[in-house]
């Protein structure tokens, strides 16, 4: 398995790309102010959720409502481990993570099975489930008044937790990379374009399937957790729908399936949102008109558009000319 991991992947191009895009990213801190920095920060949050639900939805083809829910799941599983029982956060953060996995197992067990819209509906149940139980059970999670967490760092400014989300959001993507290229990520691409035709050829789509949902938990998990040390004040906002709605405005627009579609876009939509937020609920009256607009010219997103670009960049390549005398006809 490492072989081939090893095989598959070009490491070489892999390093350069990675440090293209990080460079301009660490000197950021140097020319932002601090509530810039802030909503950089929380982007970097977004671009990890955005990221591994185009994991589960774009490239295996499981059209999942539920992953706010995960990330609700570790930051309140962390942070209430905290409160209740004194955990410190090297213990309370790995059982966020590790809650959501589990949970993530266990829903990918039971509605996995199911496809296109039964799965979408289920999934929602359990998110609106996890939603209306931090809600209600107040006196365990506090509901809208406010889960109190204590912060990831004592005295920290705001570019520790602008670098520590930088770094997360990293190793995060690449470990999503590494998933891809993998000789699993051949069998979720084969799930997602014909799941019948992958079981006739021997794959395990259940196995496969559950996995890669649990994966995906995880990691929504592991954002929620460092999510909840960072803003410090929980809220059953995090489990609410429209969070899951702007995970899907993020993929759609950046192009489902594509790897690096959502990196792309995930950071400039939460950044729009957060300068939105003084029209109200304008800001998603406006996201639909750029999805209605973006998906009847390119179905397949801005990662289409950019292909397209760069094929009508590219130098076009000198065609061979036909030979002056064509070359007899065989024999009979």
Same mark, same amino acid.
């Given at each position: 398995?490492?072989?081939?991991l ?6 070489r191009?892999?390093?350069?790309v990675?440090?293209?895009l990080?460079a301009p990213?660490?000197?950021?801190p140097l020319?932002? =102010? ?6 950089l920060?929380?982007s970097?949050?977004y671009?990890?959720?955005?990221a591994s ?7 295996t %083809?499981? $059209?999942s409502?539920a992953?706010?829910a995960? *990330?609700?799941?570790?930051g ?7 409160r ?5 956060l090297?213990a309370s +953060?790995?059982?966020g993570v ?6 993530? $197992?266990?829903l990918?067990?039971?509605?996995l ?8 509906i289920a999934t929602?149940a359990?998110?609106?489930t996890i939603?209306?139980?931090? /809600?209600a ?9 406010g889960l109190?967490v204590?912060a !990831?760092?004592r ?9 520590t989300f930088?770094?997360l ?5 690449l470990a +999503?990379y ?5 000789p699993?990520?051949?069998?979720m691409?084969?799930?997602?374009d =014909?799941?019948? &035709? ?5 794959v =395990?789509t259940?196995r496969?399937k559950?996995a890669? $949902? /649990?994966? /995906?938990s995880?990691f929504a ?6 999510? *909840? ?11 609410? $729908?429209?969070?899951?709605?702007k ?14 579609? @959502?990196?792309? /876009?995930a950071?400039?939509i939460q950044?729009?949102?957060t300068?939105l937020?003084?029209y109200g609920?304008? =800001? ?5 008109v750029l999805?209605?607009?973006? +998906?009847?010219s390119? @179905?397949?997103?801005?990662? *289409?558009l950019?292909?397209?670009?760069? %094929? &009508? ?5 000198p &065609? ?6 064509? !070359?007899?006809?065989?024999?009979p």
């Amino acid at each position: 398995m490492k072989r081939q991991l090893f095989a598959l992947v070009d490491w070489r191009r892999l390093v350069l790309v990675a440090a293209a895009l990080t460079a301009p990213l660490l000197l950021l801190p140097l020319v932002a =102010d601090a509530y810039a920095l802030h909503v950089l920060t929380i982007s970097l949050y977004y671009v990890i959720l955005a990221a591994s639900w185009n994991l589960l939805a774009g490239v295996t %083809g499981q $059209f999942s409502l539920a992953h706010q829910a995960f *990330a609700a799941i570790g930051g309140y599983g962390s942070g209430l481990l905290v409160r209740h029982l004194g955990a410190p956060l090297w213990a309370s +953060m790995p059982f966020g993570v590790a809650l959501a996995a589990l949970l993530g $197992f266990a829903l990918g067990r039971m509605v996995l099975k199911m496809r296109a819209i039964y799965l979408a509906i289920a999934t929602w149940a359990f998110a609106e489930t996890i939603h209306i139980l931090l /809600t209600a059970a107040y006196r365990f999670t506090r509901g809208e008044l406010g889960l109190t967490v204590p912060a !990831l760092y004592r005295s920290a400014g705001p570019a520790a937790y602008y670098y520590t989300f930088l770094v997360l959001a990293l190793v995060s993507v690449l470990a +999503m990379y590494l998933v891809v290229r993998s000789p699993m990520g051949f069998f979720m691409c084969a799930i997602k374009d =014909d799941e019948l &035709r992958a079981q006739s050829f021997g794959v =395990d789509t259940v196995r496969v399937k559950t996995a890669v $949902f /649990t994966l /995906t938990s995880a990691f929504a998990g592991l954002a929620g957790a460092f999510y *909840a040390h960072y803003t410090l004040v929980l809220s059953p906002q995090m489990a609410d $729908f429209s969070e899951m709605a702007k995970l899907i405005i993020m993929v759609v627009v950046g192009g489902l399936g594509s790897f690096a579609g @959502p990196l792309i /876009t995930a950071a400039p939509i939460q950044i729009l949102t957060t300068y939105l937020e003084k029209y109200g609920e304008w =800001d998603m009256v406006i996201y639909a008109v750029l999805v209605i607009a973006l +998906m009847r010219s390119y @179905p397949g997103g801005l990662a *289409a558009l950019a292909g397209e670009l760069r %094929g &009508r960049l590219a130098p076009s390549r000198p &065609r061979h000319a036909a030979p002056k005398h064509p !070359l007899p006809d065989p024999p009979p």
